[in-house]
């Protein structure tokens, strides 16, 4: 007896190894009995609460909480001693310095890099530290965001958690093509609410590049912002 080549765990399996989430590129799960969908569960419920479409995210590299990568990715802000701190931030340089260089990995053309702006740690955020690094960033890098009224978290975005800083120039917005990077995220929550926060303000977000994605989306303490 020939196995039938369609039942459902089958179609499943082959969806998950062809077809990831147009945004962030994450295998997409089952609705009902639907099949495959364009974009994940995260992803939809970011664009729900932002009112918007969700710009591409690129995950330079991902983790899961406690291994080595999530563990450079916080020294680099938290070790306490300072050698540690700059060892684990010139490593992170390197590997994004790499990753800029490989024109096959990154998103469309763009003419600022901004970070998202850390929930703790006024007058920038350590992600800063790293685009600072990279020559190529560091050239293009504007401080475009502060923190807006509202608040995010894990699976919460909102188009009032950032919003332009006093003295970016908003008409100039709109001849922007902006990336957004950040160190870290989860879901893509915090990006997505920089990224719309620069789109409502006039500027084109090309996309969101972050250093480190955790894999287990909703898992607790995955990272050290919310997003
Ligand atoms: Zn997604």
Known sequence: MLARPST????LELFRETAGCRVCGRATGPDGDEGRLPVCFCCR??????????????AITEYRVGDATHRRLRAYKDAPVAEARERCRAELVAELARHCADPSTGLGAWSVVTTVPSSNRPGG?????????????????LRLLVRGRGSGGHLQAGRDVFTPDIGVDRAGLADLSVLVF????TTGAAVQSAAAALRLAG?????????GRALAPIAR???SRGG
């Open 45 to 58: 419920t970011l664009a729900g609460q932002l009112g918007l479409p969700l710009v591409p995210l690129v």
């Open 125 to 141: 955020a350590p992600a800063e530290r790293l685009v600072d690094g990279v020559p190529q960033l560091a050239e293009r890098h």
């Open 221 to 223: 303490g995955t990272a």
């Open 8 to 11: 459902v765990a089958e179609r």
């Open 203 to 211: 500027a084109r977000v090309v996309g969101a590049l972050v250093m």
């Open 182 to 185: 950040d160190d870290t995220t």
